[in-house]
T-cell receptor, first 110, second 112 residues
Framework: DAKTTQPNSMESNEEEPVHLPCNHSTISGTDYIHWYRQLPSQGPEYVIHGLTSNVNNRMASLAIAEDRKSSTLILHRATLRDAAVYYCIREETSGSRLTFGEGTQLTVNP | SQTIHQWPATLVQPVGSPLSLECTVEGTSNPNLYWYRQAAGRGLQLLFYSVGIGQISSEVPQNLSASRPQDRQFILSSKKLLLSDSGFYLC???????????FGSGTRLTVV
């Protein structure tokens, strides 16, 4: 039970922003939200994570809703190399592990 | 800097044969270690994790076992492989909660 819900697939055009949504309506107050992405035949790559405040790094931004029941991963300018499966994951307070769901397959059109 | 090594990259094994996959982490101490499996076209399934030497937690009952004989070494084993054990096996490490995970390059196992 991944406890997050993501769309199966999304499409974007190159050089346009991409907003990848994730619902985690049963999240508890101290669960972190992590995002990873995976290219074919490779291991997942860490993208970003956060708790309550919006987070930014060189790869992306993470916008967390005020009630924390949803979040959005923002890629500011999509490139062809951003085409991957993106996973949104809750890191639960009670455990030292991440449980992956099925993720969102992002297609970037040239 | 920290690095994670996982080998072999690919493996073809007959049904009923044993398995041993090794994962090592360098440049850190007392990492949390994880084994995941990914079937073709599916998401990742957590198999085992360890927060210290000799401490192994199993997420799902299966034909596999894990061991952590040293602080930065994590081994995935099977005594007798099944066809259903085929998949992409990934090792990962983390310094602890609220840190990102770093994954190895994976082992693609085909049981024939």
């Amino acid at each position: 039970d991944a406890k997050t819900t993501q769309p199966n697939s999304m499409e974007s055009n190159e050089e346009e922003p991409v907003h990848l949504p994730c619902n985690h309506s049963t999240i508890s107050g101290t669960d972190y939200i992590h995002w990873y992405r995976q290219l074919p035949s490779q291991g997942p790559e860490y993208v970003i994570h956060g708790l309550t405040s919006n987070v930014n790094n060189r790869m992306a931004s993470l916008a967390i809703a005020e009630d924390r029941k949803s979040s959005t991963l923002i890629l500011h300018r999509a490139t062809l190399r951003d085409a991957a499966v993106y996973y949104c994951i809750r890191e639960e307070t009670s455990g030292s592990r991440l449980t992956f769901g099925e993720g969102t397959q992002l297609t970037v059109n040239p | 800097s920290q690095t994670i090594h996982q080998w072999p990259a690919t493996l073809v094994q007959p049904v009923g044969s044993p398995l041993s996959l090794e994962c090592t982490v360098e440049g850190t101490s007392n990492p949390n270690l994880y084994w995941y499996r990914q079937a073709a076209g599916r998401g990742l399934q957590l198999l085992f994790y360890s927060v210290g030497i000799g401490q192994i937690s199993s997420e799902v009952p299966q034909n596999l076992s894990a061991s952590r004989p040293q602080d930065r070494q994590f081994i995935l084993s099977s005594k007798k492989l099944l066809l259903s054990d085929s998949g992409f096996y990934l090792c990962a490490w983390s310094p602890g909660r609220n840190y990102g995970y770093t994954f190895g390059s994976g082992t693609r196992l085909t049981v024939v």
